[in-house]
């Protein structure tokens, strides 16, 4: 499957941006998803990930009450709305798949990868 990431750009703390993720090449709803960001002179992190019907989520710590995913299968699409975000938001961020059917948080149990879309949050 491959993936192309959208949505990011430069935000005022406190402000919200919505990141896309559409997918192609095989059918969508057989991938579970998820987005992973990285900062400069970071590891790559999980921000977020939801099954293949978008019945279940599940969020890093950095994100909960604050980060929502989403998916419309029909749209081939994944979703990540940030809201009250934060200069420490800063990062590339990356849409992810897997085949796998449980939630997964490492890097290493995602397939397939999008090419990353920046988000820039100034103080």
């Known amino acids: 499957v491959q993936l192309q990431a959208s949505g990011g750009g430069l935000v005022q703390a406190g402000g919200s941006l919505r990141l896309s993720c559409a997918a192609s090449g095989r059918t969508f709803s057989n991938y579970a998803m998820a987005w992973f960001r990285q900062a400069p002179g970071k590891e790559r992190e999980f921000v977020a990930a939801?099954?293949?019907?978008?019945?279940?989520?599940y969020y890093a710590d950095s994100g909960k009450g604050r980060f929502t995913i989403s998916r419309d299968n029909a749209k081939n699409t994944v979703y990540l709305q940030m809201n009250s975000l934060k200069p420490d938001d800063t990062a590339v961020y990356y849409c992810?798949?897997?085949?796998?059917?449980?939630?997964?948080?490492?890097?290493?149990?995602?397939?397939?990868w999008g090419q990353g879309t920046q988000v820039t949050v100034s103080s």
């Open positions: 992810a798949a897997t085949e796998r059917i449980v939630l997964v948080t490492l890097r290493v149990e995602y397939d397939y």
């Open positions: 939801i099954s293949r019907s978008g019945g279940s989520t």
